[in-house]
């Protein structure tokens, strides 16, 4: 059975960091692109950051160049984002998927078939 599963997310004031972590079981990221979404209220999901650890190519938001950062560790089988000088605009839930996408610079969510359930990341101003 596929499973993504985050970890992570929680309350952080504005300017503090926090990481995420993605665990895959079922399946090898290595052989996925993988991804960070997020989905604020009111707000369409939207694409974060994407890579490919195969392919070689890492993409990020306009909106988190320069303080968030993905990441694969193919010892455990996760995907991170560690994300710093965080905003009250960067508060969503915050998804991780894979699947075998294509490089675009903004992430686009088509094809990314698997999803984990989503984690809270609130930030306080």
């Known amino acids: 059975e596929v499973q993504l599963v985050e970890s992570g997310g929680g309350l952080v004031q504005t300017g503090g960091s926090l990481r995420l972590s993605c665990a895959a079981s079922g399946f090898i990221y290595d052989d996925y692109s993988v991804a960070w979404f997020r989905q604020a209220p009111g707000k369409e999901r939207e694409g974060v950051s994407c890579?490919?650890?195969?392919?070689?190519?890492?993409n990020y938001a306009d909106s988190v160049k320069g303080r968030f950062t993905i990441s694969y560790d193919n010892a455990t089988n996760t995907v991170s984002l560690q994300m710093n000088s965080l905003k009250p605009k960067d508060a969503a839930v915050y998804y991780c998927?894979?699947?075998?996408?294509?490089?675009?610079?903004?992430?686009?969510?088509?094809?990314?078939?698997?999803w984990g359930q989503g984690t809270q990341v609130t930030v306080s101003s």
């Open positions: 998927a894979a699947g075998y996408a294509n490089s675009e610079s903004n992430c686009p969510p088509w094809g990314y078939d698997f």
């Open positions: 890579m490919s650890n195969t392919d070689g190519w890492i």
